[in-house]
Structure formats: structure tokens, C-alpha cells
């Protein structure tokens, strides 16, 4: 009964939970987590996130941006490396550099800074980063 879980093998992230930064909230630090998540309020920081990451149309963050997916509505001032698909969708305001497995973007997205993108571009993005940071 209580081996059940880790029997699983799944992603840590099961049953569908999300983590909801609300408007009118801001948050000032970074935040890691393991399941979605979506910003509809402003982060001030970094975000990582095992899963995938939703910036609602009134979302705001000033900081890098790391996850497995991304669908961007809103406004991200920050580099951005997302392992499989990043998604560019309504009046979204980017500015700073995107590494990314697949980019979808929407003509009325706004888009300011480098593009890489390709799978073995976002792991070797990020086996640079953490070489320097060490």
C-alpha cells in the first residue's frame, strides 16, 4: 500500500498538479518546481521547473526561465531555455535570448534576442551553464 508510489517510475509531478502564482501577487526569489506552474501574477527571479511552464496573458517575469515546456502569453525579460516545445502565443513580450528543442510563434508576439534551436542545442546550453557556474 504505501510502496505504491515509488513503484510508479512516473515523473514526480502525477495527478495533474499545478502551482498557481495569482494576479496581483509578486514574488521576489526564485522558484523550482517539479510540476507545472503557471505566473499570472510577477516573479522577480529565476523559475525552474520540471514540467511545463504557462505565463498568462497579465504574467510577468523578470528572470531566466528553465523547463521541460512553455507557453508564453505574457511578458519574460530573461533568457529562456526550454527542453521540448516553446510556445510564443497571443500579444507575449520576449526579450532575451531562447534556447529551445521546437519554437512556435504566434504574429502577434513580440520577440526581442537570439534564437537557438534543436534538442542537443538546449543540453549543450546547459551543460555550458553549469560548467561556468562551478
Do not use: W, Y
Amino acid at each position: 500500500m504505501f510502496n505504491s508510489k515509488s513503484k510508479s517510475g512516473g515523473s514526480e509531478a502525477q495527478g495533474g498538479s499545478t502551482t498557481i502564482i495569482g494576479a496581483g501577487t509578486t514574488i521576489n526569489g526564485n522558484i523550482e518546481s517539479t510540476g507545472d506552474i503557471r505566473i499570472d501574477g510577477t516573479l522577480i527571479g529565476n523559475l525552474t521547473s520540471k514540467a511545463k511552464v504557462l505565463v498568462g496573458a497579465d504574467g510577468v517575469i523578470d528572470g531566466a526561465i528553465k523547463g521541460k515546456n512553455a507557453d508564453v502569453l505574457g511578458k519574460v525579460t530573461g533568457q529562456m531555455d526550454i527542453k521540448e516545445i516553446l510556445q510564443l502565443r497571443g500579444k507575449c513580450i520576449i526579450d532575451g535570448d531562447i534556447f529551445a528543442g521546437k519554437l512556435e510563434v504566434e504574429p502577434t508576439a513580440t520577440f526581442n534576442g537570439r534564437c537557438h534551436m534543436g534538442a542537443n542545442v538546449v543540453e549543450l546550453n546547459v551543460e555550458l551553464s553549469t560548467a561556468v557556474n562551478q
